[in-house]
């Protein structure tokens, strides 16, 4: 209802006696609405797969880990961070997971904690230096980046299979919609289904979206993005706040990392490559800022939809190579940071106009 509120309020003609959007809630709108509108057309143009409800699905089955870091990169975005160690974090906690299972006959509890152990001591040791040191995020979390793919190769130099029954059993769950599929040539229905891992990363967005929205910390976050002293004028402590968005971008890595062997039940010094630069674009598409005090973890949510989606057109359209994904990533990227910035430019001027 909230969301449908927004919408009405963004196109009506009424909108001067409408208290105006904020900008994450404008930043969001326009993500939804832009991700409705581009599905929509790849159903219309190329239908096929597009049509498929479990190609839909799949976006999060096989993106569910994307879903959690991004989630991650957006909480120490809005605070005006950056941390680009995610994706090697995830890499090492999918290798020490797997071994601690096959060579310490650890199960899945002893994975978990190691998981979110290893994001844990990262997170803390990077918001350390960060909040406490005032060393710059991105020195940080390149140093943070290198260290955790070099221990990735440490742990194992080669790409290491969970045997575990247990955890492969929970690996091969899948959550049947008989409400949601499609029909086979013989006039079967065969449901579409999600992952366990999926239903995690939902979980997360829900929970970090009412602390983001209801709690004191959500609050002292944008206020620190939107500017730090202020926040510490309002009695803000400005370093515990960049302190623990950092130490729960490391919880959330972690996690991340677990639910990234649950979908493919393998540790590899290569998992999760260039998932860090693909978490930060998909907060910026989703609405979040790089200077920090406007962001959303649902508009995240559809961030990662959006990029993947336009990927599938990529596909869809031919252009099978690599490369033409990540031109097109490359260009959406810059088609939300230029549509954001003449949005709030042209909103900041209308704004200013109307106090005046």
Known sequence: MEMLKSIKNLFSKNSKDKQPLSNTTLLLTITICTFVIMYLFAMIV??????????????????????????????????????????????????????????????????????LGIGLLI??????????????????????????????TIVSKVPRTATNE????????????????????????????????????????????????????????????????????LGINVRRTQFFAYILCGLLAGISGFVYLLHTGA???ANATQAEMQAIASSIIGGTLLSGGVGSVVGTLFGVMSLKTINNIVVASG?????????????????FILLQSVILSIRKKKLGAMAG
């Open 267 to 269: 540790g590899n010094a």
């Open 46 to 115: 190329w239908g096929g797969g597009f049509l498929n409800p479990q190609q839909f699905l799949d976006i999060f089955n096989n993106n569910a880990y994307l879903i959690i870091i991004s989630c991650g990169l957006t909480i120490v975005m809005i605070t005006g961070g950056i941390d680009i160690s995610v994706g090697g974090s995830v890499a090492l906690i999918t290798m020490a997971s797997v071994v601690v299972m096959e060579d310490f006959g650890g199960g899945i509890i002893t994975s978990l904690v190691i998981a």
């Open 166 to 233: 247990a955890f492969n059993t929970l690996k091969d769950f899948y959550i049947d919609l008989p409400l949601i599929g499609t029909y086979a040539k013989n006039g079967n229905f065969i449901p579409s289904y999600i992952e366990v891992g999926v239903v995690i990363a939902i979980l997360v967005v829900l929970i970090l979206w009412a602390v983001l929205k209801w709690t004191r910390f959500g609050r002292n976050l944008y206020a620190v993005g939107g500017n730090s002293e202020s926040a510490l004028m």
């Open 123 to 152: 997170g803390t040791i990077q918001g350390f230096l960060i909040a406490h040191l005032k060393i710059q995020p991105f020195i940080v979390t390149l140093a943070g980046m290198f260290f955790t793919r070099g221990m990735t």
């Open 319 to 335: 252009l099978r190579e690599p490369y033409w994904q990540s031109i097109t990533t490359g260009l959406m990227l810059c088609f």
